[in-house]
């Protein structure tokens, strides 16, 4: 893997880790804790969506046309993190605004390898699905594309597992994992994904799945 400075040596401490730390089964990542601090931030955030975008989700939706839309998927992410941080489970459509919102900014960061390297990777099958519900043919086969040089199927859904698998393909072909991460890196900046018209008509039509924090 070609890579430089802190990045490449926060990828060889991780793989470095798997040998004296192997993978387990049901890896979670930790909630953080609900200090007074925390607690008063989600609530002033919260104060801050229902005031400035609406008090449902419908309402909050609509102002996409209006608004800037990151601004709009910017709080429907708020909104999943804040039933995921008070020890609730993310519903389907929640983990795909989640997924959705985390894709582009770690292969923007730093592409793909980043992204599946980092615990954004865990929701794939999210992105997936929205793809696949918003019927994007040709991104859903990039996607698929992407994903097929994992070995033995697909991606694990868990963040050190997945190193393990990335370590795997490296070390037999460095060389083809670079290029086909470089590959899709460079499609995705040309023509990223989900596309608005793909994503925001999946998400109204599970409107009713987003859970507000003042409704809660």
């Known amino acids: 893997m070609t890579t430089i400075g802190p990045y490449r040596d926060l990828v060889k401490q991780a793989y470095d880790s798997l040998k004296s730390d192997p993978p387990g089964d049901g890896e979670e990542v930790e909630r953080p804790p609900l200090t007074p601090k925390y607690v008063q931030y989600l609530q002033s955030e919260a104060d801050r ?44 459509t929640e983990q795909m605004i989640t997924a959705c919102f985390w894709l582009p900014m770690e292969v923007n960061n730093g592409g793909f390898h980043q992204y599946f ?11 997936l699905k929205v793809l696949e519900e918003g019927q994007d043919a040709e991104s859903l086969g990039r996607f698929i594309n992407l994903i097929s040089i994992f070995p033995n199927g697909p991606p694990s859904l868990h963040r050190r597992k997945r190193w393990a698998q990335m370590e795997a393909i490296e070390t037999a072909s460095e060389k083809e994992v670079e290029s086909h991460f470089d590959r899709h890196n460079s499609e995705f900046y040309e023509k990223p994904y989900p596309r608005s018209e793909v994503f925001w008509p999946v998400i109204e039509r599970r409107a009713a799945d987003i859970r507000l924090p003042w409704l809660a």
């Open 49 to 92: 969506i229902r005031t400035t975008l609406g008090s449902t989700t419908n309402v909050i939706l609509a102002k996409r046309n209006g608004t800037d839309p990151f601004a709009v998927l910017d709080a429907l992410h708020f909104c999943s993190c804040f039933q995921w941080v008070n020890g609730k489970t993310n519903n389907e």
């Open 117 to 127: 390297h980092n615990s954004a990777g865990d929701l794939w099958p999210f992105v």
